[in-house]
């Protein structure tokens, strides 16, 4: 190599380097196959929007796969008039959610758009973005929050920043649930998550079981059952991404997601529509993925000020609790809730069975002497369902057995106290207070 030649190299390593430039381009759609829709020539990365435009008419759709040159897409509204060669063109959507103190009592959809026709907040934080938390950093679970309902602030006492799974079939009182914490509860925001419902019952739960008084402080948002498997998906995200925001504000937050079940199925209709093969029961393994990643944002930051505490509602179909999202919800929470379809059938409300439930932090935010009361009067409960039939048939004769006949004898005060009116608000200290009466009456068993 000559003097000349290496001056020339020396000279172009020097130079500073150009940053390439992505410009989007636009491409055609080749193909609709179910809610998948396939084009080719679109430059966009994945994530991104895209504009369908054919005979003056838009669809909005999110890149979400590609294969080579081809791109997959899923609409993120109903599609119709849609033929090939429609032109497809990335657009510069913004991304960032309305974050502002004034979402309070407020309405949005999945993408985070404000659906009560009230004008929009005035001042909105569009700086913020969620940051995943290092678990070394959380603020530990160690104070109880208090949510108004008796059988859970005594016996499955809950903690802030704690992850907790509601389980139940359809029918059997998930969303009336719901609503009494709403109302009961002591945390100062409340994010309400509906994905899935019927839009019969989204008004149903805001005007009725929400009520003007607890929606004062709270945030809903709204993805319907005829809403895209990716505005369900988003709906999710964004209630979590909300409740984030308050949570980093220094708020004690409480979401209520309903539910986790409806965010995997729009997961796995998303991952059947782009090819990928079904696993588990007919759910692909990005469903399995997903359901840690989302329900890990929720729980204690950094910051000492703040928590969010996270109840998830899961559907267990055919009333299976060994259902594949059920199984992996219960892996990934901090505690679950039992409905049970035979209480709820006997007219015994909240249906929450107390033998099936547990709170894994609540030995580290009660009392001992609290934990105690509630083992004792677990076991009496369960004492007498052991022999329910027994006892119903007549093949029990008293006096057989002095346990059992102090636990027949408690039963109809355990029901008593298991049970609540849906706008009966049962604060954290009565709760205790009562279950310590209860205790007392209950035999002592090993």
Do not use: W
Not at 43 to 51: D, F, I, K, P, T
Not at 195 to 221: C, M, Q, S, Y
Not at 326 to 344: E, F, Q, T
């Amino acid at each position: 190599m000559n003097v000349r030649t290496e001056k020339l190299i020396s000279a172009l390593s020097k130079r500073p380097k150009l940053k390439p430039i992505n410009i989007p381009s636009s491409g055609v759609l080749l193909r609709v196959v179910g809610l998948t829709l396939e084009a080719k020539g679109v430059n966009a990365a994945l994530g991104a929007q895209c504009s369908i435009e054919y005979q003056g008419q838009i669809t909005l759709a999110e890149i979400v796969g590609f294969d080579q040159q081809l791109v997959y897409l899923m609409p993120l509204q109903q599609i119709s008039r849609l033929a090939p060669g429609a032109k497809v063109t990335p657009i510069d959507a913004l991304q960032s959610l309305p974050f502002s103190e004034q979402l309070l009592g407020r309405i949005l959809a999945g993408n985070g758009e404000f659906i009560d026709e009230l004008p929009v907040p005035e001042h909105i934080d569009l700086s913020y973005q969620p940051q995943q938390v290092n678990p070394l950093s959380r603020q530990p679970v160690e104070q109880a929050l208090d949510v108004g309902i008796r059988s859970i602030n005594s016996l499955l006492t809950v903690g802030k920043g704690q992850r907790m799974g509601l389980f139940a079939g359809s029918g059997v009182g998930k969303s009336v649930l719901l609503g009494m914490m709403t109302k009961g509860t002591a945390a100062e925001v409340i994010v309400v998550g509906l994905v899935g419902e019927r839009g019969r019952e989204v008004r149903e739960f805001i005007d009725e079981i929400l009520g003007p008084e607890a929606r004062k402080k709270a945030v809903v948002v709204v993805a319907p059952a005829d809403a895209s498997p990716l505005m369900r998906l988003r709906a999710c995200e964004t209630a979590t991404a909300i409740a984030e925001y308050f949570r980093d504000k220094g708020k004690d937050t409480l979401l209520l997601l309903d539910s986790l079940t409806r965010y995997a199925q729009a997961q796995r209709e998303i991952a059947l529509a782009i090819g990928e093969p079904p696993a588990t029961k007919g759910y692909p393994p990005s469903v399995f993925a997903k359901l840690p990643a989302l329900v890990e944002r929720a729980g204690n930051s950094t910051n000492e000020q703040g928590s969010l505490t996270a109840f998830y509602t899961v559907l267990t179909e055919g009333d299976d609790p060994q259902d594949p999202i059920a199984d992996a919800a219960r892996a990934i929470l901090d505690g679950h809730i039992m409905l049970s379809r035979d209480l709820a059938e006997s007219g015994h409300y909240p249906a929450i069975d107390i033998e099936s439930s547990i709170s894994r932090v609540m030995p580290s935010i009660v009392s001992a002497e609290q934990l105690k009361q509630s083992l004792k009067v677990k076991k009496s409960y369960s004492l007498y369902q052991q022999n329910k039939e027994l006892i119903a048939i007549g093949a029990y004769q008293q006096g057989s057995e002095p346990n059992i006949d102090k636990a027949i004898l408690i039963q109809p005060t355990l029901t008593a106290f298991l049970q609540q009116s849906m706008n009966e608000k049962i604060n954290i200290t009565d709760s205790q207070m009562l279950l310590a009466e209860v205790a007392q009456q209950c035999p002592e068993l090993n």
